[in-house]
């Protein structure tokens, strides 16, 4: 298979055309709530296609912790100071130690956007930087290739490739920032780089599977937005209560999706969410 570059995976990130929300969306995907560790609150970040979900959940004592959720299970990964943000068919595990604060020659708020780790069988390994302080991953493909954003020496945040230990900075079109969300077995990537809005509508895409589909965030107005799922110019959209506010991170090739969703009226207390036919 022909090496991606970085200039290919850059073009990925904007070769995405999302339909407006005025075309008809086919029948809604159905929400699961996964559960918790024992406490009031759980996100689900991650699925891979043998339906094990990562992410976070509180416990009795209403402390974080990461999770592993398996065969109606939640299970505690024991990762400190840690954040997981998915998991591939191989059982590897991106995620990002929170940051620790690098030294400032000037005052004023100072911060680190952590770094990210990959792990596999009890090895944890971090990814580095691309120059700045801090890098956070985004997705991870099963060739074991990771994308998402890291900061740059200039103190601009840049999207990334990870591929067999090395690094690769893939740039923007002209702006000051970019962001890698989700790479296929293909190499693809797709996210989103400065270029400005169109007609005040804001559209991101949020990960993409083998089929082809893509999850995708798009805004009418500021009060409206939708997670759907496109797919050859179709859009599904991701069932929503009524009244209730959700997030969709991660979808696979049996086209499930992972995310949160909080209920009406509630401002904390948000729950680990499934999407799927």
């Given amino acids: 298979m022909k090496r991606m570059t970085s200039k290919s995976a850059l073009l990925i990130l904007v070769a995405l055309a999302i339909p407006r929300m005025s075309q008809p969306a086919s029948e ?10 024992g406490g009031t609150v759980a996100s689900a970040s991650g699925i891979n296609d043998r339906g094990q979900v990562v992410g976070f959940s ?9 999770v592993l959720w398996e065969a109606g299970r939640a299970i505690d990964l024991g990762f400190e100071n840690a954040i997981v ?16 604060p690098p030294p400032c020659d000037e005052p004023g ?23 700045g302080h801090g890098s956070y991953p985004w997705d991870i493909n099963n ?17 990334f490739l ?7 900075d893939l740039g923007t079109l002209g702006g000051a920032r970019s962001n890698a969300n989700a790479i296929n077995e293909r190499g693809q990537v797709v996210g989103w780089t400065d270029l400005g809005t169109l007609g005040g509508v804001a559209s991101f895409a949020a990960d993409i599977n083998e089929r082809g589909q893509v999850l995708t965030y ?6 409206e937005y939708h997670f759907v799922l496109w797919e050859s110019g179709r859009m599904t959209r991701l069932e929503t209560p009524e009244g209730a506010r959700v997030g969709a991170y991660r979808i696979n090739n049996r086209g499930q999706v992972v995310g949160y969703y909080l209920p009406a009226g509630s401002l904390f207390g948000g729950r680990a969410a499934l999407w799927s036919k």
């Fill in 218 to 223: 798009v805004q009418g107005s500021e009060d």
């Fill in 58 to 66: 509180t416990d009795a004592s209403d402390q974080g912790h990461t």
């Fill in 109 to 131: 708020p100072c911060f680190s956007i952590g770094v990210a780790f990959i792990w596999e069988a009890g090895t944890l390994t971090e990814l580095g930087t691309i120059g």
């Fill in 162 to 168: 990870w591929d067999a230990g090395t690094m690769t």
């Fill in 143 to 159: 060739r074991g290739q990771v994308v998402g954003v890291g900061r740059t020496a200039s103190g601009d945040d840049h999207a």
């Fill in 85 to 100: 943000q998915d998991i591939n068919n191989r059982g590897q595990i991106i995620g990002n130690h929170l940051g620790v």
């Fill in 28 to 37: 809604d995907l159905a929400l699961h709530d996964l559960g918790t560790l």
